[in-house]
């Protein structure tokens, strides 16, 4: 209650009733304080469900008996964490998309907006110690793989604080066990048969997470891999992003046969429902399971969608409908699925996902702050890292009189 108004009331009212009101003001105020805050302490710690089980889609097989099971268990503190690493890049693309849009981001960008559930399922079932190589769709994994945001943002915007020191972009992220973010369209299959050649090798029980894009699915040396895998039996997770469109073009259009995990032939498939955070994560636990019991490989098939067009370059809407693009998003995307599932088995509290909503709206805003300040790397710097462990060399510069030095 202000002064003047207390003033006021103290002047009108005869002071007994001056003090009842003032007694009913100051209980009931404390009252709401003291049960409000009473029940908000009491569903923080009691009255969430702290387990439950939901029925997922079952898969479609390929030379397989079974699948994986057809229910997922999720903890409580599962759920915000898959929520929060989906919500995180979510922001974090829709931040490139603002940067690319006033001309801060250059090139090439390929954003993972509508596919987070891939991503946050898929790390959610391996080890830290496995190893994931992708294609250039690769912020997402670039984060759930430990980079932070900011190194990212700085990446894309060319800066010397981005993860690749600013001289790869948005196709060239690197982490321990991820190998990319590679531009060249399929060329990262046979890389990852490769480094599942290795993991078998050291006999460390690792297996290789090797993404693609159903745009990639035709390529000859997918089946190349494919066919070495097969018959070496490597620990290789293979699996195909297939998120609707090649660049501007249906699968039904690219393909002839639109059953990606049918292709691998002799190599056991199954086909997940990618928008699902949970289909993905049992799934991949499935696979895993397989590769590592010394199987041999597995292909699995996402089905997801991206909701921006193939880059940056393409809007997206020529090749299909907006009306597409808002049906997927009211009905299928993979945030608002595990956030009403949280919430409808009462896990979880709208005001704790505002919260973490907050929390990460203001994370990539300082990471776009970082990103747009930090100085690019210096001409000096061009060459550098271009071996490991070397001990500087001389490398010709853009001219044969200029010589620059390249430290590891």
């Not at 801060?104 to 954003?111: E, Q, V």
């Not at 490597?234 to 090649?246: A, D, Q, T, V």
């Given at each position: ?7 006021f009331?103290t ?16 209980l ?52 915000l ?24 981001i ?9 596919q ?22 690769a ?8 980079v ?68 990639a699915?035709?390529q ?6 494919f ?46 429902d ?80 505002k ?36 001990p ?13 030095k390249?430290?590891?």
């Amino acid at each position: 209650m202000s002064a003047c108004l207390l003033a006021f009331a103290t002047a009108v009212l005869e002071p007994v009733k001056l003090q009842w009101l003032f007694n009913d003001f100051i209980l009931g105020y404390f009252q709401d304080v003291l049960l409000g805050s009473r029940v908000v302490v009491s569903r923080s710690f009691a009255d969430f469900t702290p387990q439950a089980t939901f029925d997922i889609k079952k898969c479609d097989v390929h030379r397989l008996e079974e699948g994986p099971p057809v229910k997922a268990t999720l903890t409580r503190d599962q759920g915000l964490q898959y929520y929060r690493i989906m919500q995180t890049v979510r922001r974090m693309e829709l931040k490139a998309d603002q940067l690319y849009k006033q001309k801060i981001i250059r090139g090439f960008c390929h954003l993972y907006d509508g596919q987070e559930a891939c991503a946050a399922g898929i790390e959610a079932a391996i080890n830290p110690s496995d190893h994931l190589i992708t294609a250039y769709r690769a912020h997402g994994y670039t984060y759930t793989r430990g980079v932070a945001i900011k190194e990212i943002l700085a990446e894309l915007t060319g800066r010397k604080g981005g993860v690749a020191k600013g001289k790869g972009g948005s196709m060239h992220m690197y982490a321990p066990h991820f190998y990319g973010g590679n531009g060249i369209v399929g060329a990262q299959v046979p890389l990852g048969a490769g480094i599942a050649l290795a993991c078998q090798y050291q006999g460390n029980n690792q297996v290789c997470v090797t993404l693609y894009g159903d745009g990639a699915a035709n390529q000859g040396q997918l089946f190349e891999a494919f066919n070495m895998a097969a018959l070496w039996k490597l620990p290789c997770i293979f699996i195909c992003e297939n998120n609707k469109y090649g660049m501007g073009t249906s699968v039904e259009r690219a393909s002839a046969s639109t059953d990606y995990y049918k292709r691998g032939d002799f190599i056991p498939g199954l086909r997940v429902d990618g928008m699902d955070v949970l289909c993905v994560r049992e799934a991949t636990q499935f696979a895993a399971d397989h590769c590592r019991s010394g199987k041999g490989p597995i292909v699995m098939e996402l089905q997801t969608y991206r909701y921006h067009g193939h880059s940056m370059s393409d809007p997206g809407v020529s090749y299909r409908t907006r009306e597409e693009i808002q049906e997927v998003r009211s009905k299928s995307d993979p945030i608002s699925l595990l956030k009403d599932r949280m919430l409808s088995n009462n896990m979880a509290a709208v005001e704790e996902f505002k919260e973490i909503d907050i929390a990460i709206r203001k994370e990539v805003e300082e990471a776009a702050q970082y990103a747009t300040s930090d100085p690019e790397p210096p001409l000096e710097e061009l060459c550098n890292h271009i071996f490991k462990n070397d001990p500087p060399l001389e490398v010709r510069g853009t001219h044969p009189w200029a010589t620059l030095k390249s430290v590891s």
